[in-house]
Every structure is written in structure tokens, then in C-alpha cells.
């Protein structure tokens, strides 16, 4: 497969979940990812849960990326942290700000994941692959595009290697922000983060409260489908598939999947794609 391919996994909170997530990877490494990212929780809730995913991916012979949020850190634990990754065996790490708690202000010693990019490059040097977010349709709590840009360029130039982005759904948009992103200089890859539609309540949800825009047209489609779950997984990968393919005719340098501990969608989505 001539286009690298990245998973992304969320630490599952039961045996149940455990033991399903064990299947799903085994039938997504027939895609030969270059990396599986393993999610975070808001205050460190499951970081438990994150690096005990990413042992066991790192067991099964695969190239494991640690999310890592900085909210309410502290250098120690930072410092801390990075060493237990490092002892592991972990290469790769997703540095983020983290969500705020509410009713939480700006604690600890961190503030700006570009913060944390500059003190893992200060502390561990060239030991991992730092990659950062970027938000193609503006991260719902940036004053403005400019200072949401602006944020962006502050972390390529504090030491990230790649940037994932955002699920969105218009080709337009992340295109555009490569472009801005380069006439300030970033040149560092910036790989699209795709979502699988396999559930609208479930897309809608999470779109509402991390800012991913519907474009209207999919948004009342999916809505005149109600309840018919096999239309709603049909027209989600006729979707996403397209999205995909302008992406790839754009010349992305590579696709992370938001998988969502399912196999399914994406296995269907790469098998339609030319990426051979």
C-alpha cells in the first residue's frame, strides 16, 4: 500500500470492551498502519487505560502513539511520564492542550499544547515523533481563524513533527489551511483525520462539542434516513469514500482514521480507495 495509514483507538473502559478492541486490531493491521494513537481522558481520567492499550499494541508488533494532554501537568509529571513512555518503547507521541474540565481555569504549568511540544523537544531531544492537532474548520474555542492559525504555527515552530487533524467533511477546508499554514512557513506534514458515519446521533454528538462542521447537505440526508441504520452506513461510506479520494488527488501525505474501536467502516473505505 503506497499511502501510509493511521488508526485511532479510545482506551476501552471494560473487559468486554478489552477483549473487542483485541479483535478490531487484529483485523485492522491488514491495513499495515504505520501507527495506532491511543486517546486521552480530560485530567488524566484514563491514562491508565491509554498506556495500558499502547503496551499492548506495541506487543502485537505495531508502532503505538500515546496521546498526551497537558492540562493541569505539571513539569515533574511530565518528566515523569515521558520516561515511563520512553521505557516502553513508544516513538510516537500526539502532544495536546487537552479539553478544560468546566469550572476549571488554567491550571497547572502548561498552557498551550505548544507549551509541551517545547519541553518534550528541551527534555527528550530527537527520542520521539511529536505530533500536534490542527483544525481545519477553527478549534471551537479560538478567538478567531487568525489566532487559531497562529496557534498551529506556534507548535510546528516549538518542535512538532506532523500534525492530524480534526475530522471534517469538505476537502475545501482542510486544503485551505495547508496553504495558510505554509505561506507561515510550517512545512510539516499535515494529515487528515477522517470519521467513518456509522451512527448520525452518534455524529452529531460529537461534532456539537468539538466544533467539526456537517455540511448542511449530509446533515439532512442522514436525518431523512431516521432510523434506518443501513442506509445511514451505506450513504456514510459512499461519503467518506469521496472525501478520501479528493484528498488523496490533493496529494495528502498520508490518512489517520478515527476508527472508534470499529473495523468495519474503515476496512471498507481503504478497499475502495486506489492506494496501491
Partial sequence: MGLPISLEFFPPKTPEGAEKLRAVRQQLYALKP???SVTYGAGGSTQDGTFNTVREILAEGVDAASHFSCIGATRESVRAQLAQLKAMGVKRIVALRGDLPSGYGLGGEFHYASDLVAFMRAET??????????YPEV??????????????????QAGANSAITQYF????????????????GVDIPVVPGIM????????????????????????????????????????????????????L????????????????????IVRRLPLG
Fill in 169 to 184: 467533511y469538505n476537502s475545501d477546508a482542510y486544503f485551505r489551511f495547508v496553504d495558510d499554514a505554509h505561506k507561515l
Fill in 125 to 134: 531531544g530527537d527520542d520521539f515523533h511529536i505530533e500536534v492537532a490542527a
Fill in 34 to 36: 504505520e501507527f495506532c
Fill in 139 to 156: 478549534h471551537p474555542q479560538a478567538k478567531s481563524p487568525e489566532a487559531d492559525l497562529r496557534a498551529f504555527v506556534a507548535k510546528a
Fill in 249 to 268: 488527488n490533493g496529494g495528502v501525505p498520508a490518512i489517520h482514521f478515527y476508527a472508534m474501536n470499529q473495523s468495519a467502516a474503515t476496512l471498507e
Fill in 196 to 247: 467513518p458515519i456509522t451512527s448520525s446521533t452518534q455524529l452529531m454528538r460529537f461534532s456539537d462539542a468539538c466544533g467539526a462542521e456537517i455540511p448542511r447537505w449530509i446533515r439532512l440526508r442522514l436525518q431523512a434516513f431516521g432510523d434506518d441504520t443501513a442506509s445511514i452506513k451505506a450513504f456514510g461510506l459512499d461519503v467518506v469514500s469521496d472525501l478520501c479520494e479528493q484528498l
